[in-house]
């Protein structure tokens, strides 16, 4: 078992790092807010510390998960970032997701130190965490990504190098655009069976079982018909993503036609008061315009 240090404590990152203790791993956390990193050695055993750089010193694999692009500059970078307390041969693996070219700068500034980095974005959500089953899409070297895959498979279901730095983070746009359209087109689906005065349940029952089927309509069909939006991906989350996607399009000339107008939708969810509802609620949205 290893000396880890896992820094970020939100909905992914919490469960995830107790599940590395669980394993038999000697895991140090390190949180913004140092309450719930209080909570988690309190709940799961460890330690804390308080900066990244602490907590990443004697650790043979630092995980950061974190919001976006400027906090893992900040967790990673400077007198107190993890690099500084980091020893040469040591891997830290990212499971933010950010853009690309924030993960190759810092791939880029690891390789300077003699340092190993996967850039290595999850998807599954918070149950996913919680259970221990995500799928992780992993970009870096392949020596790096092979000796730290076994860490990840702790709390993964499937976990996979796509290819060389950036590539896990090319991967988790291509999912975010994937669900983006699926969402949308499955509260459509919702919307038009109620307006039609037809049963929603007995319309997935059926529809289901066919081409239309879906991880979205199996796990949120019934909370979408309930008007319940208080679970899983956030909308904010999702705009910050989806935004990482439109911009890099710009950039590799991809053309996002739907990607771009369901962004547009949820910023009428954001108006709505539903920044903080999961990425769904694009029925709540329809159902608001009648």
């Known amino acids: 078992m290893a000396k880890l240090a896992f820094l970020g404590l939100g909905v992914m990152g919490y469960p995830m790092a107790g599940h590395l203790q669980a394993a038999g791993h000697d895991v140090t956390v390190f949180n913004r807010t140092a309450a719930k990193a209080e909570v988690w050695v309190a709940e ?6 308080a900066t990244p750089r602490e907590a990443a010193e004697g650790a043979k694999f630092v995980m950061t998960c974190v919001g976006n692009d400027d906090d893992l500059r900040s967790v990673c970078t400077g007198a107190d970032g993890a690099f500084s307390g980091m020893s040469q041969s040591i891997t830290l693996v990212d499971h933010t997701t950010v ?3 924030v993960t190759r700068e810092l791939n880029a500034a690891a390789k300077d130190q003699g340092l190993g980095f996967v850039d290595a ?3 599954g959500g918070q149950a ?7 799928s992780i899409m992993c970009g870096g070297d392949q020596s790096v990504y092979d000796a730290a895959e076994p860490i990840m498979q702790v709390y993964s279901k ?5 290819g060389e730095s950036g590539a896990g983070q090319m991967t988790k746009m291509s999912n975010q655009i994937a669900i983006a359209g699926l ?10 069976a109620e307006k039609a005065g037809l049963d929603g349940r007995a319309v997935v029952e059926v529809i289901s079982q066919g081409a239309a089927g879906s991880w979205q309509m199996a796990n949120r069909y019934e909370t979408m018909l309930d008007d319940h939006f208080d679970h899983g991906f956030a909308v904010d989350w999702m705009r910050k993503d989806l935004g990482i996607c439109l ?15 369901v962004d547009q939708f949820y910023k009428d969810v954001q108006k709505l008061g539903g920044g903080r509802w ?4 694009l029925l709540k949205r329809l159902r608001a315009l009648d």
């Open 44 to 49: 799961h055993g460890g330690s804390m510390a």
């Open 99 to 101: 853009s690309a070219k």
């Open 121 to 123: 974005p999850i998807s």
């Open 128 to 134: 996913g965490a919680e259970n221990g089953v995500l």
């Open 158 to 162: 499937i976990c996979r190098r796509i």
């Open 183 to 192: 969402v949308q087109g499955l509260s459509e689906a919702l919307h038009f």
């Open 247 to 261: 911009d890099t399009a710009n950039e590799t000339g991809a053309s996002l036609p739907v990607t771009a107008l």
């Open 278 to 281: 999961d990425t769904s609620s």
